[in-house]
């Protein structure tokens, strides 16, 4: 995990950094499901700090619920989820929000009906002004400065992915759960909002995405996880799960993989 990491985006390197030691995630065997039927079924996934973690798998996967259990949604049947040595066991969403945990959902997460510096605003509450959050955001994404007046709702999908993580952003995550960018959105644009993820993790953010558009997530990701049928099975550099996506999950065969080694 110490070994200096560079990735290419459309060409260009985005990073040096070397990978910080730090752990800030931790779950241990946890078992998770929906009235009496377990979906996930015994996960260990370790996450360090100012990284990005992509979380790939089929459809139904159990991707989604994995964040459910981090943000603290569902409830685990059993194992623990720790956020910096300190288990977060009993803590529902309100409380992992002031433990900075933030999650954005699938399907953006904005107020349609308020402006963009409206739904910057509602984010005031987590205890930053609204000159502090509309700099912030605006100095991120630009586009957004531009719209600043208009109705989310008219916004094309990326600008509306731009103000959730603009917003999320406003309440200074330590993880940021970002539960498929991509979705509904064109591959360029796509593109263009996965450039903001490294930043983030740059800037401090500890990043855990899960993608189906498994090329971006893979070019951004510092650590790759693939699920399926409710288990991690496999965990790696980005090159070598790329390999076996290729191999198995691509193939539409992503419950045969087995695990590769490394813990997860
Ligand atoms: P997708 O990309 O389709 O959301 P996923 O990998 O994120 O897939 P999950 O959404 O976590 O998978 O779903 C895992 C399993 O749990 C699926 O069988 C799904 O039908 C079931 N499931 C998800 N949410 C609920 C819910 N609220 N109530 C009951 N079952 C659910």
Redesign the pocket.
């Known amino acids: 995990m110490s070994s200096r990491r560079t990735w290419v985006l459309n060409g260009r390197n985005m990073s040096e950094t070397p990978l910080p030691e730090a752990l800030l995630l931790e779950l241990r065997d946890v078992r998770a499901?929906?009235?009496g039927?377990e979906?996930l079924h015994g996960i260990d996934l370790t996450v360090h700090k100012a990284t990005v973690t992509a979380v790939l798998?089929?459809?139904?996967?159990?991707?989604?619920?994995?964040l459910?259990v981090i943000s603290g949604t569902v409830n685990p049947t059993s194992g623990s989820v720790a956020l910096d040595g300190k288990t977060l066991d009993g803590a529902g969403p309100a409380k992992r929000v002031r433990h900075g945990i933030c999650l954005i959902p699938?399907g953006r997460g904005v107020f349609p009906n308020l402006t963009v510096r409206e739904n910057l605003w509602v984010m005031t509450h987590a205890g930053v002004g609204r000159t502090a959050v509309e700099e912030r955001a605006f100095g991120q994404f630009p586009r957004l400065a531009e719209r600043r007046n208009q109705l989310a709702g008219t916004l094309s999908g990326g600008e509306q992915q731009m103000l959730a993580l603009a917003r999320a952003l406003a309440t200074s995550p330590r993880l940021l759960l970002l539960?498929?960018l991509s979705m509904g959105l064109a591959p360029l644009v796509v593109e263009d909002l996965y450039r903001h993820v490294p930043r983030l993790a740059s800037s401090g953010v500890t990043v855990v995405l899960?993608e189906?558009f498994a090329r971006m997530a893979l070019a951004v990701a510092d650590v790759a996880v693939v699920?399926a049928g409710?288990r991690i099975v496999t965990r790696g550099k980005p090159e070598q799960v790329e390999e076996t996506l290729q191999e198995t999950y691509l193939a539409g065969r992503a419950g045969a993989v087995s695990a590769n080694g490394g813990t997860a």
Request: negative net charge.
């Open positions: 499901g929906y009235e039927l979906v798998g089929a459809n139904g996967a159990g991707k989604s619920t994995l459910s699938e539960d498929e899960v189906q699920m409710g």
